[in-house]
């Protein structure tokens, strides 16, 4: 009997033994919500000097804007445009701050950093000052624009037409973009989807002038027109034709357009002056393209 005693007193962990697991075991949770949060003091030192990079480096707009989010860490590794070294980068989990313009919530200015509170993007310098966020705000409301068209005319029939056209399939669409070098990448499935930490490479535009969605489409405007038609040069030929009637009943404003079967076939990037010459089939015929 005391013999069993002795040895269930000898397993018995010492005070000393039990302090140093919970610590390891405190570090570790720690360690893990730091890694899934980040560290609460880099966020809360972002939020100062956040604002005083704002202030020092953009005085004349400073005031227009209001800090409307704290630091806060998304843990997602992406591929972000970095401002400095002017090249995209690997981010491995990022700091973002937010801005937002007092008199438009629609506009907002974000400063990115690493998770260690390094800053990796700028989107006052990088695309807000150059006229980004009006650029991208038109081009969105163009493509519900175009969107539009597309399904009042499919829905309801073209007018005037003497052109059968099949309803509307799922994998049929419309839809517009102003063009920079990711948006046309992104068009052709060859760039995945932007987010807010990219490059932007559209024009310069004044941030204090009014710009119109139709004076920009004209200048910069692209758009895709898809039909799951079989691919052939006639069925091609006979969408161009519809595609012609819309443009001159809407009076649709662009700078290019690309009409496509099944997605891989088709015109692409060609003008109203390609579009409306006078021998399309032949013009069909010799740029019918197979990407």
Request: aromatic share 16%; charged share 25%; net charge negative.
């Amino acid at each position: 009997m005391s013999d069993t005693k002795i040895k269930h007193e000898d397993t018995q962990l010492s005070p000393l033994a039990l302090k140093i697991i919970f610590a390891v075991m405190a570090v570790a949770i720690i360690m893990i919500y730091v890694y899934l949060k980040g560290n609460p003091l880099v966020g809360m030192r972002l939020n100062k000097e956040s604002d005083q990079y704002f202030q020092n480096h953009y005085s004349e707009i400073y005031s227009q804007f209001s800090r409307s989010a704290n630091a806060y860490f998304i843990k997602d590794d992406i591929s972000i445009w970095h401002t400095e070294k002017q090249e995209y980068i690997l981010a491995e989990g990022t700091w973002i701050v937010t801005y937002e313009k007092n008199d438009n919530s629609d506009t907002y200015i974000n400063f990115v950093y690493s998770r260690d509170g390094e800053m990796i993007y700028d989107s006052c310098g990088e695309k807000y000052l150059n006229g980004g966020t009006i650029y991208e705000k038109l081009s969105s409301q163009y493509n519900i624009y175009i969107e539009k068209i597309y399904t009042d005319v499919y829905s309801y029939g073209l007018p005037n037409t003497e052109f059968s056209y099949s309803a509307i399939l799922e994998s049929d669409f419309a839809s517009g973009y102003f063009e920079n070098t990711i948006t046309n990448k992104q068009a052709l499935g060859m760039w995945p989807v932007t987010t807010a930490f990219d490059q932007y490479t559209g024009p310069v535009l004044d941030i204090n002038k009014e710009y119109r969605m139709e004076d920009l489409a004209k200048q910069y405007g692209v758009v895709v027109f898809n039909f799951e038609d079989e691919k052939n040069v006639y069925n091609l030929y006979t969408r161009c034709l519809e595609v012609r009637e819309i443009i001159e009943e809407f009076d649709l404003p662009f700078n290019k357009i690309c009409i496509t079967l099944g997605r891989d076939n088709g015109l692409y990037n060609i003008t109203r002056e390609d579009l409306f010459c006078e021998d399309l089939m032949e013009f069909i015929k010799n740029n019918y393209t197979v990407m």
